[in-house]
């Protein structure tokens, strides 16, 4: 059987078996899948560093119809999100767009718009890290549920309107500079991912993180 090759963004790894891990990734031409990679927790691993959090990578699978997982054959790393995973605040910011993404996103079902998005916001986070995590958090909640479809009323503030309009009418980076501070349309936020764990029906864990910051 010929390998398959994807475009993916790793959202998750878990341990499984005593040298193999467990990995989903979003890739952008299938969605998102789940695959076991051999030998991926030894110290010498044809897949490196391209299966941390968030890694934008070139992924080679094989991938049968009676299996629930296909089998990964390895990775080309493309974008590391590494340099960011030294910050705290951003490493939490990663945590959260992973964990969401990974929650929302239903298997096999290509988002174009959706990998777009996290394209974007990686690229952002990368280069504006010193403005913060807050844009980045923000522009994502609004589009991760209005790209899901179930986009609801919003908790919006005197002021905040022109922000929730820009940030639907605009590539994040293109947004009108400004001061971003936590609580810079922080009701939109917290508007926007109580509407996801209703969808979900169960509460996600790295929200309480992102606002301890």
């Not at 908790?155 to 022109?162: I, N, Q, S, Y």
């Amino acid at each position: 059987m010929p390998a398959q090759v994807s475009e993916a963004i790793i959202l998750r790894t878990y341990p499984f078996g005593e040298a193999d891990l467990i990995v989903s990734f979003f890739s952008r031409d299938q969605g998102k899948l789940r695959g076991v990679a051999r030998r991926a927790r030894r110290m010498k691993s044809s897949f490196g560093s391209g299966l941390e959090r968030l890694s934008h990578v070139e992924m080679h699978y094989f991938q049968r119809e009676t299996r629930e997982l296909v089998n990964l054959d390895s990775c080309e790393l493309l974008e590391s999100q590494f340099e960011l995973a030294g910050d705290y605040s951003l490493s939490v910011a990663l945590d959260f767009i992973a964990e969401v993404s990974d929650q929302l996103l239903p298997p096999a079902e290509p988002n174009e718009k959706f990998f777009r998005l996290l394209v974007s916001l990686l690229g952002y986070l990368r280069e504006t890290r010193e403005r913060g995590v807050w844009p980045a958090v923000n522009y994502f909640c609004l589009w991760a549920v209005r790209l899901s479809g179930f986009l609801g009323e919003l908790d919006v503030k005197p002021g905040e309107k022109a922000i929730v309009e820009e940030m639907l009418r605009r590539p994040i980076g293109e947004l009108t500079p400004r001061q971003w501070a936590k609580e810079t349309a922080a009701g939109v936020r917290r508007s926007l991912v109580r509407q996801i764990e209703e969808h979900l029906e169960h509460k996600l864990r790295t929200p309480e993180y992102l606002e301890a910051l």
